[in-house]
């Protein structure tokens, strides 16, 4: 089993930036990807982007590509999502999940509130 806890989220204007951070814990070996995702009120969850453990390859949805930059620190087992140009849309509760091959996010964090506004 993974534990994971997110941290970072609070309110900036619009056109700031935030990073949040997922720490992982426990079986950290068996972590494949590490994705982010968000839920904003009454919509349902959206795929933000996720880390490849091995390899660092990257990959971000629509929404975010070109704001968003996904990173890891290899000392402390934490990986970053650093959110550039932030808008009200941006607006959720993010999340990181982990998985293993040929699997579905099974290890999720508890999430952190991200609000943009004026």
């Known amino acids: 089993q993974v534990q994971l806890v997110e941290s970072g989220g609070g309110q900036v204007q619009p056109g700031g930036s935030l990073r949040l951070s997922c720490a992982a814990s426990g079986r950290t070996s068996s972590i494949y990807r590490v994705g982010w995702f968000r839920q904003a009120p009454g919509k349902e969850r959206e795929f933000v982007g996720r880390?490849?453990?091995?390899?660092?390859?990257?990959y971000y949805g629509d929404s975010v590509k070109g704001r968003f930059t996904i990173s890891r620190d290899n000392t402390k087992n934490t990986v970053f999502l650093q959110m550039n140009n932030l808008q009200p849309e941006d607006t959720a509760v993010y999340y990181c999940a982990t998985r293993e091959p040929a699997t579905d996010y099974q290890n999720w964090g508890q999430g952190t509130q991200v609000t943009v506004s004026s």
């Open positions: 880390f490849t453990w091995t390899t660092t390859n990257t």
